[in-house]
């Protein structure tokens, strides 16, 4: 049984008490350079996720003997590790352990329910900004290409009176929440790490 663990938003903090004990009782840590180093009191073996998922995958199938935990930001099932692992190894070889993602983190932050959003992804594509802005409330996981400047320039291009929420390095002690109109987002010159928040203004 693999065990595919969320670590929260970032500070280990939120990491849930399950989690946690199931990574100390681990033979192997799996993750990427960030999270691992999270884990500094772990004594068994770390092995650093780098380029094709495909690599993990073959080091699973040649260490079936060992306890092995992949460690994921946020929750794995929300635009995470956990799909792919899944359906790769099989679900009943998975033991996905939730975790506090950076959209309910954000949430919380900003003292807003999380009834009736719709919840979408920027990475590795082009969002159907049509289809995403018509809901009255979007929270977006962002990439590097497709983040809060060009989300706002989608939304007035088409005139909509939106509020954008862009949640920086969430939980960290460098953390920012931002909260303005769509002509203020795309005046900002660079936004870190992020999640976007976007509701109809009023």
Do not use: W
Request: glycine share 8%; with cysteine; charged share 25%.
């Amino acid at each position: 049984m693999i065990n595919i663990i969320g670590i929260g938003p970032g500070n280990l903090n939120y990491l849930t008490k399950i989690g946690e004990n199931i990574v100390h009782k681990s033979d192997v840590l799996i993750g990427g350079t960030r999270n691992l180093d999270s884990f500094n009191d772990f004594d068994g073996e770390k092995v650093e996720i780098k380029g094709s998922l495909k690599k993990i995958i073959d080091y699973i199938n040649e260490n079936k003997d060992k306890n092995i935990s992949i460690i994921a930001s946020g929750d794995p099932s929300i635009y995470g590790i956990g799909k792919y692992m899944v359906s790769e190894l099989g679900s009943e070889n998975v033991n996905i352990v939730s975790g506090i993602s950076s959209i309910q983190y954000i949430f919380s932050r900003i003292g807003m329910d999380m009834n009736d959003i719709y919840i979408s992804s920027c990475h590795g594509k082009q969002p159907d900004f049509d289809y995403i802005l018509s809901h009255k409330k979007v929270a977006l996981v962002t990439d590097n290409i497709i983040g809060p400047k060009e989300i706002a320039k989608e939304i007035i291009k088409r005139k909509l009176n939106k509020v954008m929420v862009v949640g920086e390095n969430l939980s960290y002690e460098n953390e920012k929440i931002t909260i303005a109109p769509c002509e203020d987002i795309i005046n900002v010159d660079k936004f870190d790490m992020n999640v976007v928040v976007i509701y109809d203004e009023g």
